[in-house]
């Protein structure tokens, strides 16, 4: 898949040294071809945009680089979509059993070891680890784990989020074929992408995006989803898997306990002893 990176004349150099590092240091199958333009406005972005393959919007804001992948709608309107993980700041710095269902369910105490093995946006991930547990999170799309990447390294920068990105490790893979050691983590969270006949058209238009660019899992996937992150939970840990309220079980197995809103549910599995 081409990805076109739009940036301007003084800052291809700068980016390219940073998504080199990350491709190297991830390793990921990313090539760019590069659009270089000093108008950054929305109507030459516009123009800019390729209808085949993916484009992607290189700014640096204090020293840092931000990316923003750009589309086009069917009305030809501009949408940009980046991960942006100060506006969780309020929901993180508040999180707790009472505001958030999944640290209800998680009940997660500091050190705790979280595999998060469907990272998404990487918003779960950083409730998760707001707790003071340790996060790795694995996401199969290279695009959005270089991303979660260079997220990661813009809020490094800011002494207030330094803790908790310190607890976040970001590794590129398919869950099914990571080779983990058994029993290692007390936590693996799973939120695959939700059933078509669930997925709700009034989500954002990140999650909008992930469910062009990624499947739900086949119903063999999921049962190999499950067995392998229960064979990853410690004895005394368990398996969270995130669902739709109205659809059905992952792998169609029974969990032991769930914990739901209007909207959404945590279904809670725990490992054969
Ligand atoms: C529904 S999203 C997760 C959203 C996430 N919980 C958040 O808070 O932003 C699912 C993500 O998991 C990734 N994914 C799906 N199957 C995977 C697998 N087998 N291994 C790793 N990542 C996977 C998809 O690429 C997608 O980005």
Not at 5 to 26: C, R, S
Request: charged share 20%.
């Amino acid at each position: 898949m081409p990805i076109h990176v739009i940036t301007a004349p003084d800052k291809k150099e700068p980016t390219q040294n940073v998504l080199q590092m990350v491709i190297d240091d991830m390793a990921l199958p990313l090539d760019f071809e590069w659009l270089i333009t000093d108008n950054l406005s929305n109507k030459s972005l516009n123009h800019l945009i390729k209808p085949a393959g993916l484009t992607l919007l290189a700014v640096w804001q204090n020293e840092t680089l931000h990316l923003t992948i750009l589309q086009l709608n069917a009305q030809g309107k501009l949408i940009k979509t980046a991960l942006d993980w100060h506006k969780l700041q309020r929901r993180i710095v508040t999180a707790g059993r009472k505001s958030e269902l999944i640290l209800q369910a998680s009940k997660l105490d500091a050190d705790k070891r979280v595999l998060d093995a469907t990272a998404g946006f990487g918003q779960e991930s950083l409730i998760l680890a707001s707790t003071g547990a340790n996060v790795m999170m694995l996401e199969c799309h290279p695009v959005m784990a270089m991303l979660l990447r260079i997220e990661q390294m813009r809020m490094d920068n800011e002494k207030n989020w330094q803790g908790l990105m310190s607890r976040l490790s970001i590794r590129y893979g398919d869950f099914l074929q990571m080779p983990f050691a058994d029993k290692r983590f007390d936590v693996v969270y799973l939120d695959p992408m939700f059933p078509d006949s669930s997925f709700d058209a009034k989500v954002g238009k990140g999650m909008q995006l992930l469910h062009e660019w990624t499947q739900p899992p086949s119903l063999s996937e999921e049962f190999a989803l499950l067995d392998k992150a229960l064979s990853l939970a410690d004895s005394s840990g368990k398996v969270i898997v995130k669902r739709p309220l109205s659809a059905p079980n992952l792998a169609s197995a029974e969990p032991s306990q769930t914990f739901a809103n209007d909207a959404i549910r945590f279904d809670i599995y725990k490992p054969l002893l």
